[in-house]
Each structure stands twice: as structure tokens, then as C-alpha cells.
């Protein structure tokens, strides 16, 4: 297997890891983990958090929308 | 009430965590000489640290009704899909949503503060554990990818999905997809 395919593989893994992360945690369906949303509601209360959070939103939609990305 | 705390600030630790973890970022984006984005995160941890020591609550558009939030967003939405991306226009036009968002999520004011117990810490453990190994994984790709002087040997996030955005569906979708989760976030910020 290529360095290419090992590379990706190890993204689509982090995507299902986070999916799933998320999936059994929603809604109150754990008792031992928080859902990603109340996580979430929990840490937006505070400024910094706040901006760090929506700086990086930000960035995410700059870094493919306007900068020229080689390839 | 159970489960709530008073209106107290963030202890200080927790504050410089995500400066700390900002000027990092600034520090990659040097390693990597984007010189936009070494402005750009610059600009970020200087406005992180300003908003972590001024006592400044100015309160522009915080009392804005959501509704309005959302027609703005559908009409900006439109016109990141329609407009050329990549140009000078295009950029103050996204830097005016930055402008905007720092507007709307300004204020200090706190409601009531849950208690982070064991499952938000659990949570929090995890999450940022995915994130980190996300981050260096990506990081080692960038490294490997300059070494062997090749982009696609080890291929980062930006590599991969750029592609996609060159066709006007797949720009539709990524502009979507990005305002949904900013309004998203708004929301939880309304609800506080």
C-alpha cells in the first residue's frame, strides 16, 4: 500500500473515530461521556474560548475559500 | 439551581490554554512560511490575549434576533457560491464575516456556569485527544510532504479536499456546510 493511501486511511479514521465519538454520545446517551453539545454549551460561555473556537471556524472557511492552495 | 455554579471567570489556566495552543498554531504557520496565515493567527493571539485582560464588554449586535443572523447568512452564502473565489474582493469579503462574527460573540456576559464534572471532562479528555492526534497527523504529513518535496507522497487535508472545490456544486456544498456550522455555533452562543 502506497504512503498516499496510509496518509488518507489515517484521516478517514480520525472522521469515523470523531463520528463516533460523537454518535454514542449524543443526546444524553452516555452517562459517562458529555455529548459534544453540551461540551460545547459548557465551554462557549467564556470570551476566549468563544473567539478560539469561531477564529478557527473562520480560518477553516479562509484557508479554501480565499488562499491559493498549491497542488 | 442544581448542577450551576456562580458567574465566575474562567481561572486564568484555562484561558492561556487556548492562547498557548493559538501560538502554536502561529508557530506552524512561520514553519511552513504562509506568510497570510502567520498575519492572520497573528492577529488572532493578539486579540485572544486583549479579550482575556480588558474588562471591554461592548455589546454591538448581541441583542440582533437570531432570525436576522440567519437571513444575513443566507444572503452572504449566496454570494460565496456565486462570486470567483480566491481574489482580493472575495477576501474582504470573508474578512467583513470575521468582522461581523467578533461583533455578535463579543460580550463577557456569563448566564449561569455548569459544573464541569466527570462527564464533561471525559468528553473534553477525548475530544481533545482526537484533535491532537488529528493535528499531528496532518502536521507529519506537511513534514514528510516538504522532505520528499512531493505533495501527494503524504498528503495534508488541503491537498485532498481542494479538489473538490473547483466545481460550483462542490463549492455550494463546502460554503453550506461551513455557514451551518457557524450558525450552529451561534446559536449555542444565544443560548447561554
Known amino acids: ?71 | 439551581m442544581a448542577g450551576l455554579k456562580s458567574n465566575r471567570e474562567p481561572r486564568l489556566r484555562h484561558v492561556s490554554l487556548w492562547i498557548v495552543a493559538f501560538c502554536i498554531n502561529l508557530g506552524l504557520q512561520v514553519f511552513r512560511s504562509s506568510w497570510n496565515d502567520t498575519a492572520i493567527f497573528s492577529m488572532f493571539t493578539l486579540v485572544l490575549i486583549f479579550a482575556s485582560r480588558t474588562k471591554s464588554n461592548a455589546a454591538i449586535l448581541q441583542n440582533l434576533k437570531f432570525k436576522y443572523v440567519v437571513e444575513a447568512a443566507l444572503v452572504i452564502s449566496l454570494l460565496l457560491i456565486v462570486l470567483p473565489w480566491h481574489n482580493l474582493n472575495f477576501g474582504i469579503l470573508v474578512a467583513a464575516i470575521l468582522i461581523l462574527v467578533i461583533s455578535l460573540i463579543w460580550s463577557r456576559e456569563h448566564s449561569e456556569r455548569i459544573v464541569r464534572d466527570k462527564r464533561i471532562r471525559r468528553s473534553e479528555l477525548l475530544w481533545v485527544i482526537l484533535a491532537a492526534a488529528l493535528a499531528l497527523w496532518e502536521f507529519g504529513a506537511n513534514i514528510l510532504g516538504i522532505q520528499f518535496k512531493s505533495l501527494y507522497v503524504f498528503p495534508t487535508i488541503s491537498v485532498l479536499v481542494d479538489p473538490m472545490l473547483d466545481s460550483q456544486g462542490g463549492k455550494a456544498i463546502f460554503v453550506c456546510m461551513w455557514m451551518a456550522m457557524g450558525l450552529g455555533l451561534l446559536r449555542l452562543v444565544r443560548q447561554r
Not at chain 1, 469515523?16 to 452516555?30: I, N, P
Not at chain 1, 460545547?40 to 471556524?57: D, E, H, K, M, P
Open chain 1, 1 to 71: 500500500m502506497s504512503t498516499y493511501w496510509i496518509t488518507v486511511i489515517g484521516y478517514l479514521s480520525f472522521l469515523v473515530l470523531g463520528f463516533g465519538l460523537w454518535f454514542f454520545t449524543r443526546k444524553d446517551r452516555s452517562r459517562k461521556v458529555a455529548s459534544l453539545h453540551e461540551l460545547l454549551s459548557r465551554i462557549i460561555r467564556y470570551r476566549v474560548t468563544r473567539l478560539a473556537i469561531f477564529f478557527s471556524w473562520w480560518w477553516f472557511g479562509w484557508h479554501f475559500m480565499v488562499n491559493v492552495i498549491g497542488r
